[in-house]
Nanobody, 117 residues
Framework: QVQLVESGGGSVQPGGSLRLSCVAS????????MGWYRQAPGKQRELVAT???????NYADSVKGRFTISRDNAKNTVYLQMNSLKSEDAAVYYC???????????WGQGTQVTVSS
């Protein structure tokens, strides 16, 4: 069992930056591929970025060059640095953990990101 707790969401103006954090507990962090997803009102949840146990990263086209995912295994934490935020980035952002062997997936509760002038 893995517990994921996100933080760092908030309200920012277009062009601004935020850094999301997700702390994992309850299992061995380094055995999990981690990801960030988001869901805007009336839309399906979509992938934002993922990072493998070997720190290979993958990004949605809409955030490439603006967002950076990283992980710190010593702190059991995955980060999402979001720069040059746009109004269309506004959503609830969810942390995701997927075990590399069992493929069991866990989700956090989400953190709200608002981008508005």
């Amino acid at each position: 069992q893995v517990q994921l707790v996100e933080s760092g969401g908030g309200s920012v103006q277009p062009g601004g930056s935020l850094r999301l954090s997700c702390v994992a507990s309850g299992s061995i962090f380094r055995f999990y591929a981690m990801g960030w997803y988001r869901q805007a009102p009336g839309k399906q949840r979509e992938l934002v970025a993922t990072i493998s146990v070997g720190t290979i990263t993958n990004y949605a086209d809409s955030v490439k060059g603006r967002f950076t995912i990283s992980r710190d295994n010593a702190k059991n934490t995955v980060y999402l640095q979001m720069n040059s935020l746009k109004s269309e980035d506004a959503a609830v952002y969810y942390c995701n953990a997927k075990h590399i062997v069992s493929a069991v997936v866990y989700w956090g509760q989400g953190t709200q990101v608002t981008v508005s002038s």
